[in-house]
């Protein structure tokens, strides 16, 4: 049996249910192929269930601010730590309701099974064939686990298996600090386990700013032991403890958390019948501006691409390869301004440009210390460093790397900036309320403008001739 469509969507994640939403706009001749377990990365394993288990976590570390602060009875506070997990079970079942839904709507053009290419425009999926127009591969990835590692069985768990727990030993070993194991790392600990965080590198939360990352190592370190720049090596302690080794030092674990990073979902897909070229992944090479591999009409986008691994650039990829799936020819689409959030306390996240990819030369830096800043002081949250980055000689802002209290409400002020090729000048001529978190940006603003060596002619105003839209009204 052999079935037609115009576009063939492979993945039910974030990528793939836009791709679908996107090629909805122009046909309803689309068919999407998962083999599930539906309901997305995100909203599954990712995102939304760990930012359920930091909420609780972050609040109660607050408890020694609110005692210092006069309020009494904070050390009757206690953690019942599997009611934490049960609670992030359940909104997360809530969050993958949505994705769930869409999926099934679509009825027969929703085929559950792993398809392979018998050549670039039919897929195989259990005896079926698929003949598509295009096609567009939006597999998500897995966790990366080192083979050795998998004979520890359950006492080795990732992101995608530790939400299922209905308990968790109190000692663990963070392997791997991007920003899941920062985030997961930070929460444990502020829930009362005992936690180690390892990593080879020397930069933590994917930044990569060395000062901005010491800064989150010193946050970091107020809650769990961090190792950077040692290799980590794993074996069995007795029937349910694990041995960590990392440099010249041994210790035992109850358990392990790897955040190692994650690999594309490609095996089984057949992509060895495609004349394509791959990387040194073993993934297929792709042009970035339209995502299409190759001379082919199949497009890759979101997480198994491994260019932008994040929610809203995965949801981004999906409208860019379904909009150039089905309109053959069209200019292309225009990437948003790069934009990271991690969600320990405070928050980390990188705008535009990042600091080990700025040019040698002809750069300003400014940059602000939260521990003096008002705002963050008084409400003993006053801790942080902002660095942004211009460009010389015009000011033009280019970047940031922060850590910094509501670091992702000021992450977005600046990745808005920075789409906007907005100058120092001109943010400087924004409003700045008092007191707020945001006359940190201000200060880190300013130095940045000395840092240009330029002296401001005016003050930081704009002029009666420039236009002004809130003043249209007549207010």
Known sequence: MVRKTKLAVIGAGTAGLTAIKEAQRLTQDVMLIDDGPLGTTCARVGCMPSKTLLAPAHVYARRKFL????????????????????????????YVAGPIALAESLGSRYLKGRPRFLDPHTLEVDGEQIEADAI???????????????????????????????????????IGLGAIGVELGQALAQLGLDVTGLTR??????????????????????????HTGVQVDLGPSGDAAVRVSAGDQT???????????????????GLENLDIDFDERGAPRFDPATLRIGKHDIFIAGDVNGVRPIQHEAADEGRVAAYHALRPGAPCLRRRAPLGIVFTEPNAAYVGQRYAALPSREIAIGEVDFSRQGRALLEGRNAGRLRVYLACPDGRLLGAEMVAPDGEHLAHLLAWAVQKAMTVDELLQLPFYHPVVEEGLRSALQAARRALGRKRQTPDLPLCGEPAAWALGGN
């Open 136 to 174: 567009v591969i939006a597999t998500g990835s897995q966790p990366v686990v080192p083979d050795g590692w998998r004979a520890l069985g359950n006492r080795v768990l990732t992101s995608d298996t530790v939400f299922e727990q209905k308990d968790l030993g109190r000692r663990v070993a963070v």
């Open 67 to 94: 005692a210092e602060a006069g309020v009494l009875g904070t050390d009757a506070l206690a953690i019942d730590l599997p009611a934490v997990l049960h609670h992030v079970r359940q909104l997360r079942d809530r």
């Open 251 to 269: 210790f035992e674990v109850d358990w392990v958390l790897a955040s190692l990073g994650r690999r594309p979902n490609i095996e089984g897909l």
């Open 201 to 226: 590198g020397q930069t933590v939360g994917g930044l990569t700013d060395p000062e901005v990352s010491a800064t989150l190592i010193d946050c970091l370190r107020e809650d769990l032991r961090i």
